[in-house]
């Protein structure tokens, strides 16, 4: 094995956040920072700042065995195996606050970097910030900080034949404020170092016993994740935070972990148990060529189909115990409500308000009366919840909104023990930006310079003035001239030619906030 050694200074100021069913103001507080690894057999690479997590990366696809160990306050932590993806690179590693980490690979590889991730400390721990819109309490992505990680692009959507059981690699000691924190640092890590979409995995579960989402879609919803080369597509992952090749997980995370498979196949129509075909499409981290048809466990771990150890030993002795909580639990509802949604006006301007109405009603057509429902916003590839109201005897609900942007709405109700849970299909609201002239001028002399000012909300970077001519029974455009805006205002000017009638409007264009919009037409007569 080839040893390295990492050093890390000791300054660093203290990173601090608040985790609540609010978005987090995390952004500013988490990193992302890589030192290049030396090539020889032993060297040291300093860091700006302590880190929560590490992984390995390199150029090709070389898969060496990899062992890596960090050095804490208290002291050297012990050896462990890191799992390697044929994409060069290793698995994250959280390991709580550490300075300095060793590692061991069993052949040299090229372009050797290590990456780290730096995230803030939380008052609060993961279980006051959960919330229940699926049968079960679950920290969503807003409460454990998906905003300091928004996918790359929109989610893809499969299909859930089965489910796969991971472990994170992760240091066992961690403590219930850092469960958030890891996830947090798991996604960033996938997305950043190995260039994934989003965290690989569906959901997640601590060894406390909380649930996380994981992947952005839709937690109810077959979501294609990367946590099984070749099975993505037809597989959910839910990965058990820590390291379980050598220690059991908790019962807290068994019962969690059964209790998120059983929801699961029960939403997508499938069997607890029994046997369930696959078929692989392939890739080099997959056990099974493309076009193979597998038949497996409607549980299983991630070894079952990948080149991996993965979910570790312990854990996945473990399997056959949560098949059997997830066959004999109480089955969730299996019986869908049906959401209606529907918004006043689709096109509105900046400032307006909307209101969104629809009903609730159960699988026989019944109103569900006294029910909370979600209407939900997505504008950055993640729906994120904007208004909880409850439904009235009739099963009717309505609300408003002021939309900032242009962006999909949805009422999504979370379930109860008797009905499972549904969503409204989604509704593309169009926002046009406002734009007015202040004080307009109406008259103007020929030669002389006419300026014109204004404001535009939300605000844009560039406004674009036109200036039109009557010429005969048409109108001529004669000037065009686009304006920088500060603070939301513009100016623009025009010398005219001629004594004519001349007119003149702003407009902005379509971008991925707003429509394209524009001014009312303004007259000026030039003599």
Not at 202 to 212: E, Q, R, W
Not at 425 to 439: G, M, Q, W
Request: one cysteine or more.
């Amino acid at each position: 094995m080839l040893g390295f050694v990492v050093k890390l200074p000791a300054s660093a100021a203290a990173l601090v956040c608040v985790l609540t069913l609010a978005p987090p103001a995390l952004a500013a507080d988490t990193t992302d920072f890589e030192r290049v690894a030396p090539p020889r057999a032993s060297g040291e690479v300093s860091a700006p700042r302590p880190f929560n997590l590490v992984g390995l990366r390199w150029r090709g696809r070389a898969t060496p065995d990899l062992e890596l160990r960090v050095r804490r306050a208290r002291g050297w932590s012990g050896w462990r195996h890191v799992g390697v993806h044929g994409r060069g690179g290793s698995d994250p590693v959280w390991v709580g606050r550490a300075r300095t980490v060793q590692y061991r690979l069993s052949r040299r590889v090229l372009g050797l970097r290590l990456h780290f991730v730096a995230v803030g400390k939380r008052r609060t721990t993961a279980r006051a910030a959960q919330t229940t819109s699926a049968p079960f309490p679950y920290v969503s992505r807003e409460a454990w900080g998906a905003s300091s990680c928004v996918p790359r692009e929109p989610p893809s959507y499969g299909s859930v034949k089965a489910v796969q059981v991971h472990h994170t690699v992760s240091l066992n000691d961690y403590t219930p404020e850092e469960a958030p924190q890891i996830v947090l640092a798991i996604c960033r890590y996938h997305r950043n170092s190995n260039g994934w979409n989003d965290i690989g995995y569906n959901a997640l579960v601590d060894k406390y016993g909380t649930i996380y989402e994981g992947r952005a879609g839709g937690l109810d919803q077959a979501v294609i994740g990367a946590h099984a080369q070749g099975f993505n597509a037809q597989t959910a992952g839910v990965a058990n935070i820590g390291d379980y090749s050598s220690v059991g997980a908790s019962p807290e995370a068994l019962s969690a972990t059964a209790t998120y498979i059983r929801w699961k196949l029960g939403v997508h129509g499938q069997p607890l148990s029994g046997p369930v075909t696959l078929t692989s499409a392939g890739g080099s981290a997959s056990r099974y060529a493309a076009g193979t048809q597998v038949t497996l466990e409607r549980v299983i771990g991630h070894r079952d189909t990948g080149k991996t150890s993965c979910p570790g030993d312990a854990l996945y002795d473990q399997l056959d115990e949560i098949r059997a909580l997830v066959a004999s639990g109480t089955p969730f509802a299996t019986t869908s409500a049906r959401v209606t949604a529907a918004l006043a006006d689709r096109r509105v301007d900046y400032g307006e308000v909307v209101l969104v109405t629809g009903t609730l009603a159960g699988p026989d057509g019944s109103p569900l009366a006294g029910q909370l429902v979600e209407v939900q916003v997505n504008s950055d590839n993640a729906w994120r919840t904007a208004r909880r109201i409850t439904t009235g005897a009739d099963g009717v609900f309505a609300t408003d909104l002021t939309p900032a942007k242009r962006m999909y709405v949805r009422v999504r109700y979370p379930g109860s023990a008797e009905v499972r849970g549904s969503s409204s299909p989604r509704l593309l609201l169009h926002l046009r930006p406002v734009l007015s002239f202040e004080r307009p001028p109406r008259r103007g002399v020929r030669g002389r310079r006419v300026v014109v000012a204004g404001r535009v909300a939300p605000r844009k970077r560039v406004v674009t003035v036109v200036f039109q001519q009557r010429v005969g029974s048409r109108w001529r455009k004669v000037g065009t001239r686009a304006a920088r805006t500060r603070r939301g205002r513009f100016e623009a000017s025009f010398v005219p030619a001629f004594r004519a009638r001349y007119r003149y409007y702003a407009a902005v264009r379509s971008d991925l906030d707003t429509d394209r919009g524009a001014s009312e037409l303004r007259s000026l007569r030039v003599r």
